[in-house]
């Protein structure tokens, strides 16, 4: 699903383009140079916050495709991404206790990642993905193609990094066509029914298994994580009142502090 409503400037995290950048080394290219042409510099080291112009990844990507990569971008992409790449966040996923606190935290704070795309979870359990696309991009149909197999593929990477490395989500489906040549690759890694020209991007999992206990879960170092999380996301967005809340009574709740009066300060509210 693609949204071109105008919007403020899309930023991204600096693991995505550390990530593209390896990636398009695996095609025999130099992904660091690619990017550099565009003003992204990925050889220096980054700060663990760093951000960069979403639009200039477009931008990279766009100049080798599809002449130089494959459908297979996306796939290869979560192959060299790990949860450390996305520092806090990644480890706030992949020590969630639950798939549904899991896919609850990938909606709160997806901004994180890529502060234009979205992300919605249903409870049917359909973890749902949009992306918002620059109008220069809009004719671009296989852009869409590696950036929402890349969220699926990377997304379910995480899943399996705290759940088990054969997880696999009940369906999954993508509203680009289905991928010439290459479906039996995205049907090897995803090891499930694949949908193609869907009205929407998801991965959709078992209700029943949403609340089981992951093996990987640690309910303390996902909160700590997730407070790391809000206050790095309040530093370039606004954040939803639900989630202020939360980390409020997170911090509020040890001390024994029940007060509306104490919650309505953390949120810097009236009473």
Same mark, same amino acid.
């Given at each position: 699903?693609?949204?071109?409503?105008e919007?403020?400037?899309?930023?991204?995290y600096i693991?995505n383009?550390?990530?593209?950048?390896?990636t398009?080394?695996t095609?025999g290219?130099d992904?660091?140079a690619?990017?550099?042409?565009?003003?992204?510099?990925?050889n220096?080291a980054?700060?663990f916050?760093?951000?960069?112009?979403g639009?200039?990844?477009?931008?990279?990507?766009?100049?080798h495709?599809?002449?130089?990569?494959d459908?297979?971008? #996306?796939?290869?992409?979560?192959k060299?991404i790990? =949860?450390?790449? &996305?520092? @806090?966040f990644?480890v706030m /996923?992949?020590?969630?206790t639950?798939l549904r606190a899991?896919?609850?935290?990938l909606q709160?704070?997806?901004?994180?990642?890529n502060?234009?795309?979205?992300?919605?979870f249903?409870?049917n359990?359909e973890l749902?993905?949009?992306?918002v696309?620059?109008?220069e991009?809009?004719?671009a149909p296989f852009e869409?193609?590696?950036?929402?197999?890349?969220?699926?593929?990377?997304?379910?990477?995480?899943?399996?990094?705290?759940s088990?490395?054969e997880f696999?989500p009940?369906?999954?489906?993508?509203?680009f066509?289905q991928?010439?040549?290459?479906? #039996?690759?995205f049907?090897?890694?995803?090891g499930? =029914?694949i949908? &193609?020209? @869907?009205?929407?991007?998801? /991965?959709?999992?078992a209700e029943?298994?949403?609340?089981?206990p992951?093996p990987?879960?640690n309910?303390?170092?996902?909160?700590h994580?997730e407070q790391l999380?809000?206050?790095?996301?309040k530093?370039?967005t606004?954040?939803?009142?639900?989630?202020?809340a939360?980390?409020?009574?997170?911090?509020?709740?040890?001390?024994g502090d029940?007060?509306l009066?104490?919650?309505a300060?953390?949120l810097?509210?009236?009473e």
């Open positions: 699903m693609i949204e071109t409503a919007k403020p400037p899309v930023t991204s693991g383009a550390l990530g593209v950048a390896k398009l080394d095609y290219l992904g660091a690619i990017l550099s042409e565009v003003g992204l510099d990925v220096t980054p700060s916050d760093a951000r960069v112009p639009n200039l990844v477009h931008e990279a990507l766009n100049r495709i599809p002449g130089d990569i459908a297979r971008f #996306g796939l290869r992409f979560a060299y790990n =949860p450390i790449n &996305y520092h @806090a990644g /996923l992949t020590s969630s639950t899991f896919c609850q935290r709160r704070y997806y901004a994180y990642v502060s234009g795309d979205n992300v919605e249903e409870e359990g749902r993905y949009s992306q696309i620059a109008p991009f809009t004719d869409v193609l590696l950036h929402e197999s890349a969220w699926a593929a990377t997304m379910l990477k995480m899943a399996r990094a705290v088990a490395p696999s009940r369906s999954v489906k993508f509203s066509s991928p010439e040549d290459y479906a #039996g690759d049907d090897d890694y995803f499930c =029914p949908e &193609y020209e @869907a009205p929407y991007t998801a /991965l959709c999992f029943s298994a949403l609340d089981d992951l990987g879960g309910a303390e170092l996902a909160r994580s999380v809000f206050n790095y996301l530093t370039f606004e954040v939803e009142l639900v989630n202020a939360r980390m409020a009574l997170f911090e509020l709740l040890p001390r029940f007060s009066t104490s919650l300060g953390s810097e509210m009236p």
